[in-house]
């Protein structure tokens, strides 16, 4: 059977869940349409989701239109719990947008489609809601090619649109006779409708990316058919130059017969095949009733059963390509709703997998191609502490937060052992709540929180050259002479390692250790942030043979490095965040003050109707104080968005962070640690 993977994406309130109800209900999935705020939907089935009436973890579920098996991922709509739909991304065949028809396009509408666009995803935008009062129409359609994509066609328009009795009708191609209908646009008005002019605006949309079809269009546009519309509506939707947009109503069922067909006929389809070794994508990692590790695939080429051989690959902590041996040991596929079956998995299915020891999020398997080193969404910029409340339960804390890591590996779990303290990053305060929420129920541990504190970065501002040498009088030394030299790398570049020796001076696991141990050694710098833009070159070397081990090189370059740093210097720099803040128009000139006053920077106000919508940027440490102040700035209607834009020098007394390593800054300590006498 053939297949298509899509994703629901919204902002918070927009009826994505609601959405995926109504297509599992109209497929014959589901006799009973849940509830998001009953608690009994098919994808919100974590407690936490239930309670709080939000999405936290993608799910998946299956429904089937026609000969198509349409495997659906939903996922988040929280700002908070981004990194989960970024996963998502990456397995998708389309996406459809939700839009509410009353709310309109938010300012997470806007981040996502900025994304997807990025991206060049097949999108189908959704406009739902359009049996509530206030629900739009026409000034919708502007808002949405002026806020997010110019390109779109609209799919199908609305009769008695803010009531009740709200229906989405499909627009037809063009009157005359085209025979019956058999796809999203060649669906026909209802008896006594009168046609609109769907021909000529859709071939207006067309012909901008569609140079074979304006030709004939301008040819002899009587000779086009229904089916040719339809083609080529579909492949500039499959190659995301435009945007099909439908209306309706998750709730009553209203455009979600057209909006199916859409899904099924716009959207790239996976023939399946048994063509090709088996290559696939780890997007999800959860735990087995026994703990066990259980891989969510999507499978791109191949066939995947149990008892399969197959290749894991992942890039390690320094960018390397990293090949493990693995072996299946249970196969399911999505079938029906969220039910799965024991069966091999074919191109394009999403699987269940047990048996991948040590399997990871993002990692692909039986090919390291799609192994990706970018992010679409930008890493947390705060951390917080996490401590038990329980004594001598750290152990137990980290090992949890370990666990929890698999599923979300950018939380990013750092240990003090001598604090006797765990941290961790975060988005916001909501995935810190769902984070202690999820140890107590699952792992039966009571934990409190610090406050949140931004993440910052350091980089070095000059150039800094150490060495230090194999030396025979010392009764504490290391078999290695080693060379350092730091100085300020591109923007954006990370950390680049290179070599001023021959390769040749040393044994190649020599030069590797060296190279590892400065990569490590700089996630703390001089005030204990990660060190980024710097370029490190190795300048001298040198070993006794056969005295000489990688270990000696792996703990002399700590000492070699750092005494580089500080004669380089570096600055620290703090995260900020670009905003999109939309308020009453009588409380704008308020809520300006206010975000001055947190240090903002207003760059753009525009006025939007009975609205003012204001971006800029804003340090990430005052981000959650105008989040607060903001409620009562806006009678609790203002909506904040920010996402990460980039680093700004500190400001005022530089911040630091404790130290979790080994200490190549204090000498005496360092030695102490390195010889084992601490």
């Known amino acids: 059977m053939s297949s298509v993977n899509i994703g629901i994406l919204a902002h918070v309130d927009a009826g994505k869940t609601s959405l995926t109800e109504r297509l599992l209900y109209s497929a014959g999935v589901i006799d009973r349409i849940g509830s998001v705020d009953r608690g009994d939907t098919q994808t919100d089935s974590h407690e936490m989701e239930r309670q709080r009436g939000i999405t936290i973890r993608s799910a998946v579920v299956s429904f089937t239109v026609g000969d198509v098996k349409v495997n659906l991922i939903d996922t988040p709509g929280h700002p908070d719990f981004i990194s989960e739909v970024e996963r998502a991304l990456g397995v998708l065949d389309g996406v459809v947008l939700v839009v509410s028809a009353v709310e309109g396009v938010q300012a997470q509408t806007r981040l996502l489609m900025r994304t997807l666009v990025k991206m060049g995803m097949p999108v189908i935008l959704f406009v739902n809601k359009i049996d509530r009062m206030g629900a739009r129409y026409d000034d919708l359609l502007e808002e949405i090619r002026t806020e997010l994509t110019p390109t779109i066609v609209p799919m199908t ?187 091999e998995a074919g191109a394009g299915d999403i699987a269940k997998v047990w048996g991948l020891k040590g399997i990871r999020i993002g990692d692909q398997l039986g090919s390291a191609e799609g192994l990706g080193d970018r992010h679409l969404f930008a890493p947390p910029s705060l951390e917080t502490v996490v401590r038990a409340t329980r004594s001598g339960a750290m152990p137990e804390l980290y090992e949890a937060l370990l666990q929890l890591a698999d599923q979300d590996p950018f939380i990013n779990v750092r240990k003090n052992d001598e604090e006797q303290e765990v941290s961790v990053s975060l988005y916001g305060e909501v995935q810190k709540e769902v984070i202690k929420a999820t140890l107590a129920d699952d792992y039966k541990l009571d934990v409190v929180f610090e406050g949140s504190r931004i993440i910052c970065v350091e980089r070095p501002v000059g150039v800094g050259e150490w060495v230090e040498e194999i030396d025979y009088r010392s009764k504490t030394f290391f078999w290695a002479t080693v060379g350092l030299r730091v100085e300020p790398g591109a923007l954006g570049s990370g950390v680049v390692f ?181």
């Not at 939309?582 to 809520?591: D, Q, R």
């Not at 609205?611 to 989040?627: D, M, N, S, Y």
């Open 498 to 678: 290179q070599r001023s020796v021959e390769l040749g001076s040393l044994p190649h696991a020599f030069h590797k250790a060296v190279e590892e141990a400065v990569r490590s050694t700089l996630h703390q710098g001089l005030h204990g942030w990660e060190v980024l833009d710097i370029l490190v070159t190795l300048t001298h070397t040198g070993f006794a043979s056969p005295v000489s081990a990688a270990g000696d090189f792996r703990k002399l370059t700590p000492l070699v490095l750092m005494n580089a740093l500080k004669q380089a210097g570096t600055q620290v720099f703090e995260p900020v965040n670009r905003f999109e803040l939309e308020v009453p128009a009588e409380n704008a000139s308020t809520a300006l003050l206010n975000l001055v006053e947190c240090t903002g920077t207003p760059e753009t106000t525009k006025a939007q109707g009975t609205t003012c919508l204001v971006e800029g940027t804003i340090p990430a440490r005052t981000v959650q104080e105008f989040e607060q102040r903001l409620p009562g700035l806006s009678q609790g209607e203002g909506v904040l968005l920010t996402r990460f834009h980039g680093f700004q020098p500190a400001v005022g007394a530089t911040p630091s962070r404790r130290r979790t390593d080994t200490n190549p800054l204090d000498r005496k300590e360092y030695m102490l640690r390195a010889f084992g006498r601490i």
């Open 157 to 343: 328009r609305v009769d008695r649109i803010g009531t009740p009795q709200a229906r989405a009708v499909a627009r037809r191609i063009a009157a005359g006779d085209l025979g019956p209908s058999t796809g999203p646009g060649e669906l026909r008005d209802e008896p006594g409708e009168l046609p609109d002019d769907f021909a000529t605006d859709l071939a207006d949309a067309l012909a901008d990316h569609g140079d074979a079809f304006l030709a004939r269009y301008l040819d002899d546009e009587t000779a086009l058919t229904a089916e040719d519309y339809t083609t080529e509506l579909a492949r500039q939707t499959r190659l995301a130059q435009l945007y099909p947009v439908f209306f309706g109503s998750a709730v009553a069922g209203a455009g979600i017969t057209e909006l199916m067909n859409g899904i099924t006929s716009l959207f790239p389809v996976n023939h399946g095949g048994a063509e090709g070794s088996p290559r696939g994508t780890v997007f999800k990692i959860e735990r087995g009733w026994a703990g066990e590790k259980v891989a969510y695939v999507r499978l791109h080429s191949g066939v995947l059963g149990p008892r399969s051989k197959v290749s894991i690959h992942r890039r390690d902590q320094h960018g390397a390509l990293v090949e493990l041996p693995g072996r299946t040991t249970v196969v399911e596929v999505f079938d029906q709703g969220s039910a799965v079956i024991e069966a």
